[in-house]
T-cell receptor, first 114, second 112 residues
Framework: DVKVTQSSRYLVKRTGEKVFLECVQDMDHENMFWYRQDPGLGLRLIYFSYDVKMKEKGDIPEGYSVSREKKERFSLILESASTNQTSMYLC?????????????FGPGTRLTVL | RKEVEQDPGPFNVPEGATVAFNCTYSNSASQSFFWYRQDCRKEPKLLMSVYSSGNEDGRFTAQLNRASQYISLLIRDSKLSDSATYLCAVNPPSGGYNKLIFGAGTRLAVHP
């Protein structure tokens, strides 16, 4: 069974704090993704990675950075959290190859920035 | 214009009804198409892929209309357990085989 896990389900941080969100997958997938999900806006891609140490910007990378030092782990970093980064953050992974490869999602981290 | 658009609903239907959702996409060169299901406070999960020839899985049928740039999802004999948000996803030409653009979702509520 594919498993994507995220380090926290709920997180509360203060404005200006540095925030780390961790994601781990156990299916040896090459591709990993970070999205945020907001009401009415749906899932928006922040960053993705198609290999270790490789990363590409998604549609809304501003204010975020990522790290992929190991194949199974993809971290999202908020360098200086702001209130407009309050959101649900979802990590996903997929196998490289077919255009129909499924993305598997983690349970999400609901981040509140005060 | 958003790249992928869906009617947010909610669609309120009785058990046993047939319901259909559409999802329009703006880039005619988009590569592949999907429907995901997301239950309240849960992560999205793949419901089905949408092939050029259409795809059927039990009570669910997905179709692709390239000429009009939309995909559709038909649910027959709705069950209470079908209540969820249905997200369409499109693989854009710039995204290789990896990247997906999601719609904001259509909420379905099936009532007794």
């Amino acid at each position: 069974d594919v498993k994507v896990t995220q380090s926290s389900r709920y997180l509360v941080k203060r404005t200006g704090e540095k925030v780390f969100l961790e994601c781990v997958q156990d299916m040896d997938h090459e591709n990993m993704f970070w999205y945020r999900q907001d009401p009415g806006l749906g899932l928006r891609l922040i960053y993705f990675s198609y290999d270790v140490k490789m990363k590409e910007k998604g549609d809304i990378p501003e204010g975020y950075s990522v790290s992929r030092e190991k194949k199974e782990r993809f971290s999202l970093i908020l360098e200086s959290a702001s209130t407009n980064q309050t959101s649900m953050y979802l990590c996903a992974s997929s196998k490289r190859g077919s255009r129909y490869n499924e993305q598997f999602f983690g349970p999400g981290t609901r981040l509140t920035v005060l | 214009r958003k790249e992928v658009e869906q009617d947010p609903g909610p669609f309120n239907v009785p058990e046993g009804a047939t319901v259909a959702f559409n999802c329009t996409y703006s880039n005619s060169a988009s590569q592949s198409f999907f429907w995901y299901r997301q239950d309240c406070r849960k992560e999205p999960k793949l419901l089905m892929s949408v092939y050029s020839s259409g795809n059927e899985d039990g009570r669910f049928t997905a179709q692709l209309n390239r000429a009009s740039q939309y995909i559709s999802l038909l649910i027959r004999d709705s069950k209470l357990s079908d209540s969820a948000t249905y997200l369409c996803a499109v693989n854009p030409p710039s995204g290789g085989y990896n990247k997906l653009i999601f719609g904001a979702g259509t909420r379905l509520a099936v009532h007794p």
